[in-house]
């Protein structure tokens, strides 16, 4: 489903799984793409390790990703890897502010904000991510603290540049917990609104993703809703069929 003349984005997020012999789903990934519709961008960002053989396996379809990058291009930082880095390797996107990273990291707005601009210096796409607490949606305040937390981390743009906003409720991932079609439809609403008021007329265009336990049985339903553009899919992306399934669904 395309809303607008947005191109629908799924995208995987293996997290911290995969080994080289995972490299075998990506090539059924591959293979099924040829068979559907040529109408939405599929896009796996795995561990770092995985990003230079699976782009060498990805073909003209499957686009390669990471999960994280570091501010600036080069320099004294052990462990970290920068934007310029990544793309090196063949990662065209980059996940800047995912929740893991902010609460296992202690990753603010401000640096995910550092980040996504490092993305767009590299000519990356940063998938900038944002979403509520349990506690915050039951007070009330999930458009307040999206907005908010978005404010603080997304990039200025130049005029090449683009990013994707992924809203993620934190108590929905992992969780097999799921917003209302509603509350989705106004939750991405509220970007949309917020990205055009920040970005004027190319806010518009911007892709807006869900991600929160985005699966085969539920993928239709979630994609037909206004302003959602694509889906950041966590578990169901480590298997082929359930990716693809949530692809069809996508390019149906």
Known sequence: MVTGMVRTLIAGNW???????????????????????????????????????????????????????????FGAFTGDLSAEQLKDAGASYVIVGHSERRSEHGERSAYVQEQAHACLRAGITPIVCVGESYAQKQRGETKDTVVRILRKSLPTLGSNDTLVVAYEPLWAIGTGLVPSAEEIAEVHLTIRNLLVELY?????????????????????????????????????????????????????
């Open 200 to 252: 004027q007329d190319r806010g518009a265009d911007l892709r807006i993703l869900y991600g929160g336990s985005m699966k085969p049985g539920n993928a239709a339903e979630i994609l037909a809703i206004d302003n959602v553009n694509g889906g950041l899919i966590g578990g169901a992306s480590l298997k082929a069929d359930d990716l693809m399934a949530i692809y069809a669904a996508a390019v149906a």
């Open 15 to 73: 997290k911290m799984n995969g080994l080289k012999s995972s490299l075998s789903e990506v090539e059924k990934i591959v293979s099924a793409l040829d068979s559907h519709p040529d109408n939405a961008d599929c896009l796996i960002c795995p561990p770092a390790t995985l990003v230079v053989p699976m782009q060498d396996r990805a073909g003209a379809r499957l686009n390669v990703g990471a999960q994280s990058c570091h501010p600036e291009a």
